[in-house]
């Protein structure tokens, strides 16, 4: 009998709600769901494709410890007592636990629980320190508590939405979407985006500030004082509730327009504009993001937005706020419990003594960590340089996340023992690890997630754990046990973990913390099974409703007042003669963090299959790229060869890559290798976006693409990028010499059996090769080789794993790289969600499709998660200017 389970997605911070069905014979199914308050009902390119990650390829099924099967309570035991041992040599701050938002919080309160209540630590941090840890200090300065004050509904409600360092159309979509149709009903709506780039989301922007790296404060100072100038200022909102007006405004009148201007890098029209739009515009939300957050002014930046809201008062209305928008689907539920090393749980502050007892005398803990634990970065320095001795790492891989990759690697390889809990079995992380634990995936896992508007959902399992997988929060508290405090871990359900969370919340609070969720305290088992989407505060006793922070004050400094803040611009460039391109890292549209999960997609793998730099062509031509060449770029820490992407979207001097490949997935594509230690001096939070490389062409013989129905093994080529694809996999790989004999390279890397031999070509004078291996009337693999970037029709060559070869002809036709007349190569892959390429979209606008409605309407392209509209947008507009030529 088919079922449907109401559950939560488990990608960016948007907290999209899900229906997954499953069939009788045990098929997936995924869409969204139209009553939860996040999305309703729009799922994104990776939301829309989750049915496709939940195979079983490459999962840790068992315990293993140094390679072998283990039982759980073997690794279990081995755990507790080297931890044990370690703390009794060495004392609580010789362990760490590195975690993930991708755990749910009930695994992150237990975690927090078990290292800062009874190890007595604060030595836990989590990645979310790489994406959201700017704006967690700027709130605590500016707030007194780590507060978000508005809701998504904002975007909709305000008349002018500033968007700041977030690619909102690739990296939240669902959001972006929200935005879209609400600036189509009110087209009076006014959208800004400042951004280095010129993204995909400027296709709904009236006004596109390309900053230089890491100018917002200059920007953001600036607006202030104009904001004062121009008599913008809420006099009364600033004298009943905030404090340090006079000083901040001091510090920003120092910093001159013209500082601004040159800082910026921005036209003096353009940023008149800008000024003169918040200016007049009440109804005012900024969203910021990692462009924001991953810097080394990060907190900076984000106080130096909330003083333009708090001067205005334009903060906890209907319509005005600044808004922070999470990464990770649950930064927000570790913030919550006190994921973070330097926060306590309940949002009570680790520093303050009487948050300390208090947490104590709850928990009934032997100990409380007494002073903050190590950040990120500073954690696995302290690995590396032997003062942490046993590390725990859950739920991420710190190898392809972690700036200084290469360090990373070094560190947690050399560290005595380390414990790595995850779903796959190989990653850049797990294979240094002494022992793996098996963790439940999604679909597997029960508990609950926070979203970026402070809504709390169900994520609820839907299928049977695989092998011997386990909760997060079961290991953990199994361990805990065997330390020695079997009362305090005595969990049998996540309900009961979310009970206590509840209760702590609410334990001798009154009103005196903004996160409360205290009228859940009592939630029987059945009611917490179905708990609906609701956002925080929800106390004991009061009635649950939308809700906002600050419209009348009532901060959480303890005078009651916020605290406006001083900052005052810093020198950003980090360039210098050896080193003259700055490099952006962040994501892309379909693919998530380390491609643990969406590179199991095909679907997933078809818009951007390799890893890639983004360059402006000028800066190409300078170095002797062109399109499709590969380009070397590297720092002082490390160096990396991905494709080049030659687009006017990217400023001179400036170069974006993203940072999602693995060692899994491309020989040399990690790019956090190339990001430097460099950090946020209050927040910890590195700063990814601002980093000095030097770029130059990589020299290459020969280029090749293939396609094969198995996976391809150690492909043993300087250049090489692998991706799942529709019946098998497609591979790019670059090679600095030529091979004696590419037959029997293809032989290996695809494993074709012994005696089948391949059906192919070789031209002696441009020295392309094309072979294609057969079994019976089956495409095993074919390989395309050239002195150049292969130019085959890809997504062609791909469904022609699936084809059935029963004549020649269509054998040479492979071979030969082209498709015939009765089967158009649809081209590169603009629509994920529908699979719609790039020639389909051109042969629709020359049919007479003008819009991108048109489009969806002939070929469905863009009307599911819309990420596509902006480059569908961008083709029909090349086609007709083309033919108007």
Known sequence: MEKEVKTTCPYCGVGCGVIATVDDNGAVAVRGDADHPANFGRLCSKGSALAETLDLDGRLLHPEIGGRQAAWDEALDLVATRFAETIAEYGPDSVAFYVSGQLLTEDYYVANKLMKGFIGSANIDTNSRLCMSSSVAGHRRAFGSDTVPGTYEDLELADLVLLTGSNLAWCHPVLYQRLAAAKAKRPGMKIVLIDPRRTMTADIADLHLAIRPDA??????????????????????????????????????????????????????????????????????????????????????????????????????????????????????????????????????????????????????????????????????????????????????????????????????????????????????TRHAHVLLPSLGWGEKSGTVTNSERRISRQRAFLEAPGEARADWWQLAEVGRRLGY?????????????????????????????????????????????????????????????????????????????RFVAVRPTDADRTNLDYPFTLNTGRIRDHWHTMTRSGKSARLSAHIAEPFAELHPRDAMEIGIGNAGLVEIESPQGKVIVRALITERQARGSIFAPMHWNDQFAAKAR??????????????????????????????????????????????????????????????????????????????????????????????????????????????????????????????????????????????????????ADKPDPGATVCSCFGVGVNQIIAAVRGGCRSVEAVGLTLNAGTNCGSCRAEIRGIIDGCLSAAAE
Not at 363 to 383: C, E, M, N, T, Y
Not at 711 to 740: H, M, T
């Open 671 to 820: 790019i956090d290798v190339l990001v430097p230690p460099i950090t946020d001096r209050l927040s910890g939070q590195p700063a990814s976006k601002n980093v000095a490389v030097a770029a130059r062409k990589f020299k290459a013989t020969h280029y090749a693409f293939a396609v094969s129905r198995a996976k391809p093994v150690d492909p043993d080529a300087a250049y090489w990028a692998l991706a799942k694809a529709w019946g098998g996999w497609r591979l790019e790989a670059a090679f600095a010499e030529p091979l004696e004999d590419w037959a029997d390279w293809c032989r290996r890397v695809f494993a074709i059996p012994q005696g089948i031999d391949p059906l192919g070509y070789a031209d002696a004078q441009t020295g392309d090769i094309r072979l294609a291996f057969f079994d019976g009337t089956r495409l095993l693999a074919a390989f395309f080789l050239a002195c150049e970037p292969v130019a085959v029709a890809r997504n062609w060559a791909i469904a022609q794993l699936a084809t059935d070869h029963v004549n020649l002809r269509k054998r040479f036709a492979l071979v030969a790289g082209r498709p015939g």
């Open 486 to 562: 079997a009362d305090a871990f005595a969990y049998q359900a996540p309900a009961t973990i979310f009970r206590e969370h509840a209760a702590l919340s609410a334990f001798e609070n009154a009103g005196s913390r903004d996160f409360d969720i205290g009228a859940h305290a009592d939630l029987s088992a059945e009611s917490y099974d179905a708990l609906a989407p609701f956002q925080w505060p929800q106390r004991q006793g009061e009635i649950s409703a939308e809700s906002r922070f600050f419209a009348d004050g009532g901060f959480y400094h303890a005078d009651g007042k916020a």
């Open 216 to 429: 917002d404060v200059a920007l953001f100072v600036g607006l202030l004082s104009h904001l004062v100038s121009s008599n913008a200022v809420d006099q009364n909102y600033v004298a009943a509730h905030t404090a340090d007006f006079a000083e901040t405004f001091l510090a920003a009148s120092a910093v001159p327009f013209d500082e601004v201007l040159e800082r910026t890098g921005l036209p003096a029209m353009q940023l008149r504009e800008f000024y003169r739009l918040f200016s007049t515009t009440e109804k005012v939300v900024t969203c910021y993001s990692q462009g924001v957050n991953q810097s080394s002014s990060g907190t900076d930046k984000v106080n130096a937005i909330i003083n333009c809201h708090l001067a205005t008062g334009r903060i906890g209305r209907p319509g005005m706020g600044p808004l922070s928008l999470t990464g990770q689907p649950n930064a927000m539920g570790g913030r919550e419990v006190g994921g973070l090393a330097n926060m306590l749980a309940a949002h009570m502050a680790i520093e303050d003594a009487g948050d300390r007892d208090r947490v104590q005398r709850f928990w009934q803990s032997p100990a409380i960590a007494q002073k903050p634990g190590l950040k990120a970065v500073d954690l696995f320095r302290s690995v590396a340089e032997g003062r942490v001795k046993a590390l725990w790492i859950m739920a991420t891989n710190p190898v392809v996340s972690m700036p200084d990759a290469h360090a990373v690697e070094a560190a947690i390889s050399a560290c005595p023992f380390v414990v790595v809990s995850d779903i796959l079995k190989e990653t850049d992380t």
